[in-house]
């Protein structure tokens, strides 16, 4: 069963009297409860691609469901919920709120959509990520590889059905990368979400269920 | 999102530090503003109402609206209540009238106590000199079947003389004789002397400082409310003091309105600094705002998220401003006043509703915008837009200038433009402020000393506390002509009732009197009734008309005076004296009265030019029932009263100073603080590190002096305005740019160089890891 359908998709950028089309006419879909790596060159707009799909961005023209849900263009409530409860993000460099600790940014997708907290999955996550002691920690005391834990923690806190990860482990040194992106595998298996992943690594790609290259 | 608000200002320390102290500064300079503002104030009603002593008559009221009065404003005001109680009729034509008194009635009347003390019990009565001796009557003896009589009736009473007091001026040939108020009331109301109403003629006095209008507008509601129709009320304000105060070319509204515009001006200012404080502050959490968005919250949530923070902000500096502004205006600013001024002055730190108020809306005002420019901002961009700030390093407007740093200052200056905007208005503002303030207070100082020069010759007034009926005797005024200059006399323009008693054809006259009218006057007086100009005597009244000669008796001595013409009740200020039931009225010129009548050495005011106190001039005339007025010589001698004006100026052009530093300071910080990274890449690849504070300074310094330059030029044709309306005629002072904009260009390269120090401390690896 497809959880994102993409139709006829476009997104062009303009700086100027430049334009510069990143996504053009772009049709894909994306089965539930699977890892998709979406590939390209530097350009090719995987990223944008992402950004839209999670409702960060808007597309100029084409449809986008996900999860049953239409999201080109829905009123800021629609959108704001659906990043809330059925979206987990992990960008490349982390974008933790400083000011909070790790615990505080985890659970802070629980707490802006006003849901209860179930403290028994935030420590089993947590644990799972290996984080569970710097729970009361700001997220400038940690390294890289504790930082993006935390992010895909936080991803997870909502038990949202989909996770998007843009190039979770490009900031990250090879085996660092490669322990966050077994946890963040590991985490959607368990928790049966499907994960789309931005990467230009192949080694990455290739333990994907799918691979969509742009 | 309280939570977070309050972990953004907890945490991110510095930022808080920067913002919170240049809000908690505003407050406290606006706090201390204020205060000084009103404390000017103060000193000028204080200067003007020092001179009389009361400023509201109400007069004839009954008793019971007086008691209440009385009773409501005890604490506030200090009054003086009288009943004009009834007549003891003497004689079938001698009415001697017995007040009931009490407090300090002596105060207002103005007699003096001559022997023996006030009435203090039933029974109690308080003579004058003149009935005492025509009567024989001395302190202790018993005035014995005494007749009081009204409309309607009338009682006997007993009383024993318990002091004697000097002679009051009166209307006829009787007195007024003084009893216990209460008394006075039983005897009223046992004995129904009259039909209705007891006839109480009530006046007093409230001696309160200044014009509380909502206080007189008070007293006034107890009087209507209360208000009876057979008693005629009424209510007099001091015409000369309320002229002082509200009339719109008085002196304390000019300067009230003075301070207000200044004030206004410099609120004005206030609320674009801390709008930029604010505004500052917010902007570099752009990013922490996307994330929260990217995760899920509504735009109404970050709109919740800003307002709470900024009401934490404005919570905590409307606090601790206020605390401060109190501690600010004990410790500094009174010793700063006292040393600029050459006195101790008190500042009132009194937190009253209209400061309170005007704090919560200075910073509320700006805080309120900063939020609604956010929500707008907020509103059309995406998270993703909110993360990833798009950077303008490619833009045609850009200049390639050979020389690599002046190229990077440049496109910095152009590229950071949101603070490079924010930095140039506030040092144009700045700039402009504190020019036109020192200069302001030049202008201000030069007119001052033109206006101290060319005061009016005559500084000071005295006339008799009863200007009517009383005069200086000659050898006063010689004694004090003796001792001043005087320099002008006024016009005579009295009436003379006691001193005269008017005869035709031998039989005198009853309830005639003498009116000695200015030459001026009698000349309106003669056109009016078209009558020959060398008029000099004229009659008023039926039973004098067509006489052709009166004698006129004053002071004992006669004189015969022929009678050119008679006149009818047509000049306004004749018909006013005569409201009191004069049959007709004998009216000389002045010229006439100086020559034929011994009316040469009788004044009734004179100006004169000195420096003379009251205790002088009791000292000179032997006696304190005279009006001392001397609003000329208190403004002149209070030059240092209106230099307060010049502190106030000095005061809030180094306020915006202070200010502005402290903006600046949050600018360059907030510029800085973004950029760290950008400024390691450049560190790494092999500049220097002073190199880098050049850059860093130059862009900043650069923008300095962009904005004075502009300032300075905009400034000259307000300046040259602001002396046109102050009719200066000292040129347009230096002061303004010969020591504001150097000392504010000096402070803004401080402020910037130790920023810059302070970023260039950190290690080039620390500035790479600095996130954008």
Redesign the interface.
């Known amino acids: 069963m497809n959880i994102i359908e993409i139709r006829n998709l476009e997104k062009t950028y303009v700086d100027g009297d430049n334009k510069n089309k990143v996504i053009d006419n772009l049709s894909l879909n994306i089965e539930e409860k699977k890892f998709v790596a979406i590939t390209g060159k530097s350009g090719s707009g995987k990223s944008t691609l992402l950004?839209i799909i999670?409702g960060?961005?808007?597309a100029d023209k084409g449809l986008v469901m996900v999860n049953g849900k239409n999201i080109h263009k829905p009123n800021?409530?629609e959108l704001?919920?659906?990043?809330?409860?059925d979206?987990g993000?992990v960008?490349q460099?982390f974008?933790?709120?400083?000011?909070?600790s790790v615990y505080?940014n985890i659970v802070?997708?629980i707490k802006?959509?006003k849901g209860n907290i179930d403290r028994i999955y935030i420590d089993e996550v947590m644990s799972m990520l290996g984080i569970y002691e710097k729970k009361d920690v700001?997220p400038g005391k940690l390294s890289g590889g504790q930082r993006q834990r935390v992010a895909i923690a936080?991803a997870l806190a909502?038990k949202p059905s989909i996770i998007m990860a843009d190039e979770p482990t490009g900031n990250l040194d090879k085996n660092t990368g490669d322990i966050v992106l077994n946890l963040l595998v590991e985490g959607i298996r368990k928790y049966n979400q499907t994960l789309v992943m931005v990467t230009h690594d192949m080694d990455i790609a290739a333990k994907a269920d799918q691979i969509l290259r742009l | 999102m309280f939570k977070l608000a309050l972990s953004y200002i907890i945490k991110m320390k510095k930022n808080t530090i920067v913002c919170l102290s240049g809000l908690i500064v505003s407050i406290i300079l606006l706090f201390s503003l204020v205060q000084i503002g009103y404390m000017i104030m103060d000193s000028y009603q204080s200067m003007m109402t020092s001179n009389s002593n009361y400023d509201i008559t109400i007069s004839n009221l009954n008793f019971d609206q007086l008691e209440e009065i009385n009773s409501t404003f005890e604490n506030t005001y200090e009054m003086s209540g009288v009943i004009f109680a009834a007549d003891y009729q003497e004689s079938n034509t001698v009415n001697h009238y017995i007040v009931g008194v009490e407090g300090n009635w002596l105060k207002t009347f103005s007699v003096t106590m001559v022997n023996g003390t006030s009435p203090s019990k039933a029974g109690d009565i308080v003579i004058e000199e003149r009935y005492a001796k025509s009567h024989g009557l001395k302190t202790g003896d018993a005035l014995e079947n005494v007749t009081l009589s009204g409309d309607m009736g009338e009682c006997k009473a007993e009383f024993k003389v318990c002091g004697i007091v000097s002679d009051t001026p009166s209307y006829t040939n009787g007195t007024f004789m003084f009893i216990c108020l209460d008394e006075a009331k039983s005897i009223l109301e046992k004995n129904e002397l009259y039909e209705e109403n007891p006839a109480y003629t009530s006046y007093f006095l409230i001696d309160e400082h200044g014009y509380p209008e909502d206080e007189i507008y008070y007293v006034y509601s107890y009087i209507f409310k209360n208000y009876d129709k057979n008693v005629y009320t009424n209510f007099v304000e001091n015409p000369t003091k309320y002229d002082l105060y509200y009339n719109d070319s008085g002196i304390f509204s000019g300067i009230n309105s003075a301070v207000k515009a200044v004030a206004g001006f410099v609120s004005i200012i206030m609320v674009i600094f801390i709008y930029y404080m604010m505004h500052i502050n917010l902007q570099g959490k752009y990013k922490q705002y996307g994330i929260i968005r990217a995760i899920g919250a509504k735009k109404s949530q970050i709109a919740s998220l800003i307002g709470c923070e900024l009401m934490i902000y404005i919570i905590i500096s409307l606090v601790i401003g206020c605390i401060g502004g109190i501690i600010f205006n004990n410790f500094f600013a009174k010793k700063i006043i006292a040393i600029l001024l050459g006195k101790e002055v008190a500042i009132n730190n009194a937190l009253n509703y209209k400061i309170i108020i005007y704090m919560i809306l200075i910073i509320t005002v700006p805080s309120l915008l900063v939020w609604f420019i956010f929500i707008i901002k907020l509103r059309n961009k995406n998270p993703i837009d909110l993360i990833q700030k798009k950077e303008v390093f490619a833009n045609k407007k850009f200049i390639n200038a050979k020389n690599i740093y002046i190229d990077l200052i440049v496109n910095n200056s152009y590229r950071n433009r949101k603070n490079s905007r924010a930095l140039i208005i506030t040092m144009f503002l700045a700039s402009l402020m504190t020019i036109l303030f020192i200069n302001g207070a030049s202008s201000v100082s030069f007119n001052i000393n033109k206006s101290i020069f060319a005061f009016s010759n005559c500084e000071v007034t005295i006339s008799l506390a009863n200007l009517d009926y009383t005069y200086f005797p000659e050898e006063q005024l010689d004694e004090i002509s003796s001792e001043i200059n005087c320099m002008y006399k006024q016009s005579i323009l009295k009436s003379y009732h006691d001193q005269l008693s008017v005869k035709k054809d031998n039989e005198e006259m009853k309830n005639y009197t003498l009116i000695v009218y200015s030459d001026d006057m009698m000349k309106k007086l003669i056109d009016i009734n078209k009558l020959d100009n060398d008029c000099h005597i004229v009659t008023f009244g039926d039973e004098v008309s067509g006489c052709k000669e009166l004698v006129v008796s004053i002071d004992g001595k006669e004189y015969k005076i022929n009678v050119d013409g008679n006149v009818s009740n047509e000049y306004p200020s004749l018909r006013g004296i005569m409201t009191n039931n004069y049959e007709g009225a004998v009216i000389v010129d002045e010229s006439y009265a100086r020559e034929n009548l011994g009316f040469a050495g009788q004044w009734n005011d004179i100006f004169i030019d000195g420096d003379i106190t009251s205790q002088e001039l009791t000292d000179i005339l032997g006696e304190d029932n005279f009006e001392y007025y001397d609003l000329n010589a208190a403004v002149s001698q209070s030059q240092s009263q209106l230099q307060s004006i010049l502190v106030l100026l000095a005061y809030m052009a180094v306020s915006i100073i202070l200010l502005s530093i402290f903006l600046i300071r949050s600018i360059v910080k907030e510029s800085f603080e973004h950029r760290k990274k950008e400024i390691g890449m450049i560190c790494a690849i092999g500049t220097r590190k002073n190199q880098m504070t050049l850059i860093l300074v130059g862009e900043t310094l650069l923008l300095v002096v962009l904005a004075t330059i502009i300032s300075s030029i905009i400034s000259i044709p307000i300046s040259m305005y602001v002396y046109e309306i102050m009719n200066s005629e000292s040129g347009l002072p230096w002061q303004g740019f010969g020591i504001g904009i150097p000392l504010i260009m000096l402070l803004s390269g401080l402020v910037i160089w130790i920023n810059v120090k302070g970023c260039m401390k950190e290690k080039i690896a620390y500035l790479l890891k600095c996130e954008e």
């Open positions: 950004n999670s960060l961005d808007t800021d409530a704001s919920s659906f990043r809330a409860n979206l993000f960008f460099d974008n933790l709120i400083p000011v909070l505080d802070l997708p802006i959509s700001l936080r909502n």
